[in-house]
């Protein structure tokens, strides 16, 4: 108990600066011992952390700092920490260790879990870290590699406690102190099946405690319980559980057998994830992590910007189609930016809105003519508002009321379309399988665009020129 | 039983569309049930479903057909609906309730859910909600409304299982299964409490139940334990919840005794809820939902376009300080647009990229130098091979050399400062107390406009005219 106390106390001068993770004072720490050598020192400081902060501390620390940390903790990376870390550090740090180290490090893990460490791993050091199982986790793990990435069956965790549906309170007690029935590290319900192995519902740890021994199991059932297939998306799967509220989620093989279960917490990564790279997608930058160094990043951003590029000329294009126009009234090519602008930002506001509601499940067919019929009208009503702020710049700015009723046309043009292409836009791409958050963004920028300059150009041209 | 499985087939049926939720034909049957006035068949659609499922019907049928909805339920929207619900349309369906009604729904709902019913009403309805209240309810209720709005007070769940740390396995399952105690709805821990209230460690039930009789709870409590302060930022609390995959967050006041707890499933909403907030006011979107009538979403728009129009007429400033370059060589009103969106895309790249890891806590005073060196970096390789490329198209198109070296030597400038303020800008508003995802988007396209069409119309003049 002596460690669990100083353990605490650390972790509360840890969170001083905050309500979790690392302090900077932690990390600079940590380097100055690295630095110096101070293999102890380090140890010190690592030892109380939590694996998840461990992992943290790692992608913290830089270049030479970090291979110095690694050396220094060799042999002491424990199998947690290695789930905790990204993909590609993963992979540089479980290359530092022997088989032995490795064996070691994994060997308590969850079949979940090792299934993570290793599905992005190169072949060898997949090898590597399966040798170091055994057989049965072993057997378990390549079982779960036979899914698809992505789906429940990939990331489920085998361990479970099933119960018959017929059972009392008190037979479920019996079973789970007797002496030879191995238990899940952590678990929060038994899993209700019939004589096929189906699952027919679920009873809480705490309601099993809280009822009486003769009471049927089948009577404290929860009415959150539903199941899931084994090659449903893991994200969908996530999603429900938060939607229901549900801790555990049941997952059945094609014959509706249980053999797994998607457990909240990992629910909520996997939400975390995924909301992150709806964000990242949107904003034209896929995949990457932080950690990432130049070359990478640079490669990761250059696909999005050479599609910009593409749009961009092609807007171009159309300013190039009114080359005279512009060169008889310079003021166009001042003003001309400001109406693809806000067509641009109406049009990624309606965008976002529509991909997040899709997402979650609130964009259906059953209301997306309201949504555009919405989107649309909040364009033209902005439109007409920022059209009269326009026209007034225009003629105060130029002295001409002619070009400010062409901008403030054109600004109205522009809205509605943003509002039309921001939500008509992902819900087509959906249709067709694409994802919206991923393609959505370079095409309404482009018909905003487009329609900003060939409006506003294109009227100067036939009123004002 | 019998109403178990036909619930199930029900459940069933409702996914065959997807992983949870309720389907368009659902939906479209309840319109018409509602539209032919027949209460029974709304009733008999609407019964089998989960709370979180009547409400997202709710929330998707529109206008009169909802109103004729709530008719139709009238009486039987149970309390975990009106949880479940988005904030406006709560209020309006409460609206719709009698005293009693009210008071029957409310009954049985956990004292943290009647607080995040109620926190958002108005006055009167707050008071009506309160007085359908038991004393002892009402009581926890005012309690956790006088700590500040997104504290953990405020979203704690007082409902927890307490054992004093000294404790064995059997003392605390007599203790569960004993006849006078008021266990909780839903729990998953002990809380082991010294003898001045303050929490210690927890025991997983889990644990508890493959547990020898005589073995100390000291001895089986989770690493993961950590305790979280009545006032703090309950996202702050959920994040950790996330980061130490924990269960149950205990809170404690201000002298450090156990008054509540948070509970994943709780955490689980939050994270998404400010994953969608940072995506949507990155978007210039701000709060609002999709159920929101165009007046309000007019409204929330409309200051995002204010600002955005400010910032092009800064740009346009910048342009018009060129006009007579540009009246010497229009290719350059053409060409322009191309830099100044490249740096706007690249910038938003970085932006991005800089709130997310500042939002996860992995861009801190230890990397964010190397984070802006990496960007910095990343801007300018990007520069280099996108000036190459629209070098060549200004040669090409326009048959200048100069103007392509021109628009190259722009596009790297442009590309290498959108790095740098798309990382520094969200640093120091944070720094600032002002929240990055809110405010950064419009700075930093101001910055990439107002530096691409000074630099490629700056170069111009020097180098072409």
Redesign the interface.
């Known amino acids: 108990?002596q460690g669990?106390v100083s353990?605490?106390q650390d972790?509360e001068k840890a969170?001083e600066d905050?309500?979790?993770?690392i302090t900077?004072r932690l990390?600079?720490d940590v380097k100055d011992a690295v630095d110096l050598g101070d293999v102890a020192g380090v140890e010190a400081l690592i030892d109380p952390l939590?694996p998840?902060d461990v992992a943290?501390l790692i992608?913290?620390?830089?270049g030479k700092d970090r291979r110095d940390l690694l050396e220094a903790c060799k042999g002491g990376i424990d199998g947690e920490v290695l789930s905790e870390l990204d993909d590609k550090l993963r992979s540089q740090v479980i290359g530092c260790l022997d088989q032995a180290e490795l064996a070691e490090a994994v060997k308590n893990l969850e079949s979940d879990d090792v299934v993570d460490l290793v599905e992005h791993l190169q072949v060898g050091q997949q090898e590597a870290v399966l040798d170091a199982l055994t057989d049965t986790d072993r057997a378990l793990v390549e079982q779960a590699l036979t899914y698809p990435e992505e789906s429940a069956g990939r990331h489920m965790q085998v361990e479970l406690v099933r119960a018959p549906e017929h059972w009392t309170v008190g037979d479920a007690?019996d079973y789970?102190?007797s002496d030879d029935v191995q238990?899940?590290e952590?678990?929060?319900h038994l899993i209700l099946i019939d004589p096929r192995m189906k699952p027919?519902?679920y009873v809480?740890?705490?309601r099993l405690?809280?009822a009486k021994r003769n009471v049927k199991l089948?009577d404290l059932?929860e009415?959150?319980?539903?199941t899931?297939g084994v090659s449903?998306?893991v994200e969908?799967?996530a999603?429900?559980?938060?939607?229901?509220?549900?801790?555990t989620a049941p997952v059945v093989d094609e014959d509706g057998r249980l053999i797994g279960v998607i457990t909240?917490?990992d629910?909520?990564?996997f939400?975390?994830e995924e909301?992150?790279e709806?964000?990242?997608r949107?904003?034209?930058?896929g995949e990457?992590?932080?950690s990432d160094?130049?070359y990478e990043?640079?490669r990761r951003?250059?696909p999005?910007?050479a599609v910009?590029?593409v749009t961009?000329?092609f807007?171009?294009l159309v300013?190039?189609m009114f080359?005279e126009v512009?060169?008889g009234l310079?003021?166009?090519?001042?003003?001309?930016?400001?109406v693809?602008?806000?067509g641009g930002?109406?049009g990624?506001?309606s965008?976002?809105?529509a991909v997040?509601?899709m997402a979650?499940?609130?964009?259906?067919?059953?209301?997306v003519l309201?949504?555009i019929r919405?989107?649309v009208?909040?364009g033209l009503?902005?439109g007409v508002?920022?059209a009269v702020?326009?026209g007034l710049?225009g003629i105060v700015w130029f002295g001409s009321p002619m070009l400010g009723v062409v901008i403030g046309v054109a600004m109205i043009i522009n809205l509605v379309v943003a509002g039309l292409a921001g939500t008509v836009i992902p819900v087509v791409l959906e249709r067709f399988g694409i994802d919206p958050a991923l393609a959505s963004g370079a095409f309404v920028?482009t018909v905003t665009?487009v329609v900003g300059?060939f409006s506003f150009l294109g009227l100067a041209a036939l009123w004002l020129i």
């Open positions: 108990m669990e353990m605490t972790i969170t905050g309500a979790f993770g900077e990390v600079s939590h998840a943290h992608e913290q620390v830089d007690i789970l102190r238990l899940p952590q678990f929060y027919v519902g809480t740890l705490g405690l809280s089948a059932t009415s959150t319980f539903r899931f449903q998306d969908e799967v999603q429900a559980i938060n939607h229901y509220h549900m801790i909240i917490d629910a909520m990564m939400l975390e909301a992150e709806d964000l990242l949107l904003a034209g930058v990457g992590s932080l160094r130049v990043t640079t951003r250059f999005w910007l910009n590029l961009a000329i807007a171009s300013i190039a080359e512009i060169a310079v003021a166009l090519a001042v003003l001309m930016p400001i693809a602008s806000m930002n109406a990624t506001q965008l976002t809105v997040r509601a979650t499940r609130d964009l259906t067919s059953a209301n309201r949504v919405r989107e009208l909040v009503i902005n508002i920022f702020v326009m710049v920028t665009d300059f």
